[in-house]
């Protein structure tokens, strides 16, 4: 940084301001100290203009663990946070530790070019996603110089797995035999809680005058005050409770239990079914009796209502119910 000065000269009015430029001294003679005051600032910011307005460079290690800072700072969720450094740590591997005036467009490319045989594409956009978060904010730290692009890459949109009805009935059919396995299936199909909330549910959660339950998600840290729930799952809950220890408080005393769930699965005839297409179900559900994707989206606590319509929502149902409206029989007969 090039110092800039001011300074008072004897016998001599007014006020000097004083700097090196190119191995030189130099000065500039103002009438007040307020004006050689202003003057210095101005000039100082001209000669430390790369600093200001450039890039600075910094080692990988410095730019990783002031981002992991601030992510934490920004209260970002312990998985999430493990997410972002795996993302950096497999870049770290495959292109070394670049310092800030390394990381290029060309870099990058390479990275997504080397790391595409290793992974499925859905994996490689996580990773993208993270490594753009990244490199946004060492562009807005002046570590970059903010002209990368990142974009992830085309994939192809998997069908979303729910159930029907006939199929919801067989499986709490078959998970009769295990209560608390049945009363997870209920909560995730009539809530469309995730199953890590639904296993930190506690009974004073419960609010069975409103039919309503307190929720907060681990994931995405929002929380929902009075979740509505139906009167019949509702009913269900209650009578689940009463048959519970006293003084016990968490809704569920034993942990998921896996072989369970595949079993209730294979009894069920759903094979490959995963506890997640009880969420989806939840969502597709809605859909196809018209409730809007807002609701469904606040329902869920998704951030955007393309995921809701894209990843949750299967509208199969809705798009044959809405070819059958067509007056095919007028065009034939």
Same mark, same amino acid.
């Given at each position: 940084?090039?110092k800039?000065?001011?300074?008072?000269?004897?016998?001599?009015?007014?006020?000097?301001?004083?700097?090196?430029?190119?191995?030189?001294?130099?000065s500039?003679?103002?009438?007040?100290?307020?004006?050689?005051e202003?003057?210095?600032?101005?000039?100082?910011?001209?000669?430390?203009?790369?600093?200001?307005?450039?890039?600075?460079?910094?080692?990988?290690?410095?730019?990783?663990?002031e981002?992991?800072?601030?992510?934490k700072?920004?209260?970002?969720?312990?998985?999430?946070?493990?997410e972002?450094?795996?993302?950096?740590?497999?870049?770290?591997?495959?292109?070394?530790?670049?310092?800030?005036k390394?990381?290029?467009?060309?870099?990058?490319?390479?990275?997504?070019?080397?790391?595409?045989?290793?992974?499925?594409?859905?994996?490689?956009n996580?990773?993208?996603?993270?490594?753009?978060?990244?490199t946004?904010?060492?562009?807005?730290?002046?570590?970059?110089?903010?002209?990368?692009?990142?974009?992830?890459?085309?994939?192809?949109?998997r069908?979303?797995?729910?159930?029907?009805?006939?199929?919801?009935?067989? !499986? *709490? &059919?078959?998970?009769?035999?295990?209560?608390?396995?049945?009363? $997870?299936? =209920?909560?995730?199909?009539?809530?469309? /809680?995730?199953?890590?909330?639904?296993?930190?549910?506690?009974?004073?959660?419960?609010?069975?005058?409103?039919?309503?339950?307190?929720?907060?998600s681990?994931?995405?840290?929002?929380?929902?005050?009075?979740?509505?729930?139906?009167a019949?799952?509702?009913?269900?809950?209650?009578?689940?409770?009463?048959?519970?220890?006293?003084?016990?408080?968490?809704?569920?005393?034993?942990?998921?239990?896996?072989?369970k769930?595949r079993?209730?699965?294979?009894?069920?005839?759903?094979?490959d079914?995963?506890?997640?297409?009880?969420?989806?179900?939840?969502?597709? !559900? *809605? &859909?196809?009796?018209?409730?809007?994707?807002?609701?469904?989206? $606040?329902? =869920?606590?998704?951030?955007?209502?393309? /995921?809701?319509?894209?990843?949750?929502?299967?509208?199969?149902?809705?798009?044959?119910?809405?070819?059958?409206?067509?007056?095919?029989?007028?065009?034939?007969?």
């Open positions: 940084m090039k800039v000065w001011i300074y008072k000269r004897k016998n001599i009015k007014g006020w000097w301001c004083g700097w090196y430029e190119s191995g030189k001294r130099k500039k003679a103002l009438p007040s100290k307020e004006l050689a202003h003057y210095r600032h101005i000039k100082y910011t001209q000669l430390n203009s790369d600093v200001f307005t450039g890039t600075i460079t910094v080692g990988w290690e410095q730019m990783v663990s981002y992991i800072e601030a992510k700072i920004q209260g970002v969720t312990e998985g999430t946070l493990y972002h450094a795996l993302s950096l740590r497999n870049f770290e591997r495959l292109m070394g530790k670049c310092n800030s390394q990381i290029t467009q060309n870099v990058i490319d390479n990275f997504i070019h080397q790391r595409s045989p290793e992974i499925k594409r859905a994996t490689l996580k990773d993208l996603r993270n490594l753009k978060t990244f946004n904010w060492c562009s807005k730290n002046r570590y970059l110089n903010g002209t990368l692009e990142i974009k992830e890459l085309k994939i192809e949109e069908p979303v797995r729910s159930l029907n009805v006939s199929q919801i009935k067989k !499986l *709490l &059919a078959s998970a009769k035999q295990y209560p608390s396995m049945k009363m $997870r299936i =209920l909560l995730a199909l009539g809530t469309g /809680l995730r199953r890590g909330d639904i296993e930190s549910l506690k009974i004073n959660d419960i609010d069975f005058e409103r039919n309503s339950i307190a929720t907060t681990k994931k995405t840290r929002k929380s929902m005050a009075s979740r509505p729930v139906s019949e799952v509702m009913a269900e809950i209650s009578e689940y409770v009463c048959s519970l220890d006293v003084g016990q408080a968490r809704l569920f005393k034993t942990k998921f239990n896996y072989r769930w079993r209730i699965c294979k009894k069920a005839g759903l094979v079914l995963k506890f997640h297409d009880l969420r989806k179900t939840f969502c597709s !559900l *809605l &859909a196809q009796n018209g409730v809007s994707t807002a609701v469904t989206q $606040r329902l =869920l606590e998704h951030s955007s209502p393309n /995921l809701t319509n894209k990843v949750y929502t299967n509208v199969d149902p809705v798009l044959r119910t809405a070819v059958s409206q067509l007056s095919v029989r007028d065009w034939l007969y």
